[in-house]
């Protein structure tokens, strides 16, 4: 994602908002996760942080894009809640943004750095390995149905 230096410098008086863009899923409980993560950045300092999603649950991007605004933003920062520089980065997200923001010349929208390669995500891959290891073999798990969030069944028997 290489990008020029024009309109980068980020204006101090800006009201600031966050939009996490994720790719989305049919399954119930799929962006759980990141929508953790965004309340953790509005509890952090109470920016406005929204969540949208490529496809599945949710609202799109522009609708998402328009509630910041409405909101006051002046300067919107979408950060990619991805870990691969693939189609959607390259492409499908550019192209939204840049959609969305002819509406509005008044608002910078930048889109921000992907999740990507980070020291602190190989240490969380290292976790996980060790999480697994007294996990039970792929044939002794039981199907989780996309329509419930995780633990649905569970917790109705």
Do not use: W
Not at 31 to 52: H, Q
Not at 125 to 145: F, M, N, T, Y
């Amino acid at each position: 994602m290489t990008q020029d230096r024009v309109g980068c410098k980020s204006q101090g008086n800006s009201k600031r908002a966050v939009i996490l863009i994720g790719h989305g899923s049919r399954a119930a409980g799929a962006d759980d996760d990141m929508e953790r993560i965004a309340e953790a950045l509005r509890t952090s300092d109470g920016r406005i942080v929204e969540l949208c999603r490529m496809g599945g649950r949710g609202a799109p991007f522009a609708e998402v894009f328009e509630t910041c605004v409405r909101r006051g933003a002046t300067e919107i920062i979408v950060v990619p809640y991805f870990l691969h520089f693939g189609v959607h980065l390259r492409q499908d997200i550019p192209e939204m943004l840049r959609e969305a923001v002819t509406k509005h010349p008044e608002v910078r929208l930048v889109l921000g750095k992907h999740l990507g390669y980070d020291d602190s995500l190989a240490a969380l891959v290292q976790k996980r390995l060790g999480e697994s290891l007294e996990l039970c073999d792929i044939r002794s798990l039981s199907p989780a149905p996309i329509d419930r969030h995780p633990g649905d069944a569970e917790r109705k028997e």
